[in-house]
């Protein structure tokens, strides 16, 4: 298995981790839910956004639509990440942990991007009719 797939499946299990979290633990999240949102909302919001990502990343013909739908929900997060750095009180930690976390989140909407690219370019010289079929 290419190590791209790996990191794929392990972003995918990242995924379904965090949606089970919302159904176990509701609670761990209600300090990164903005006021105006209910929490019950934002959890089922986030179960089925984090474990449809993770089906679809699961499934090979789906893959590079769930590293789409990853690195989209990266980037949903990453105003979260970003304001915690600058907080008195850092939701989970100090201002380092934030510094850190911030960094992975970014690190995760890179690789989910190249990895899209990656999959997107592997689907093109599979399909039918392609001019990187064609040729071969």
């Known amino acids: 298995m290419k ?10 299990a ?6 089970l979290g919302h159904v176990l633990i509701p ?3 209600a300090p990164m839910v903005p006021a ?15 474990a449809g990502t993770a089906a679809l990343i699961f499934l090979p013909a789906t893959r590079r639509w769930g590293l789409l739908a990853f690195t989209a929900l990266m ?3 990453l105003p979260i990440h970003v304001w915690d750095l600058f907080r008195e009180d850092h939701l989970f930690g100090s201002a380092s942990a934030a ?11 890179g690789l989910g991007v190249w990895l899209y690219r990656l999959e997107t370019a592997a689907r093109a010289t599979e399909e039918p ?3 990187a079929s064609a040729r071969a």
Request: no cysteine; hydrophobic share 65%.
């Open 3 to 12: 190590p791209s797939t790996l990191l794929a499946y392990f972003f995918g």
């Open 36 to 50: 105006p949102i209910p929490l019950g909302l934002a959890n089922v919001l986030a179960l089925v956004a984090e």
């Open 99 to 109: 510094a850190i976390r911030l960094v992975f989140q970014l690190a995760f909407i």
């Open 129 to 131: 009719g392609s001019s």
């Open 14 to 19: 990242l995924m379904a981790l965090g949606a």
């Open 75 to 77: 980037v949903a997060f």
């Open 27 to 29: 609670d761990y999240y």
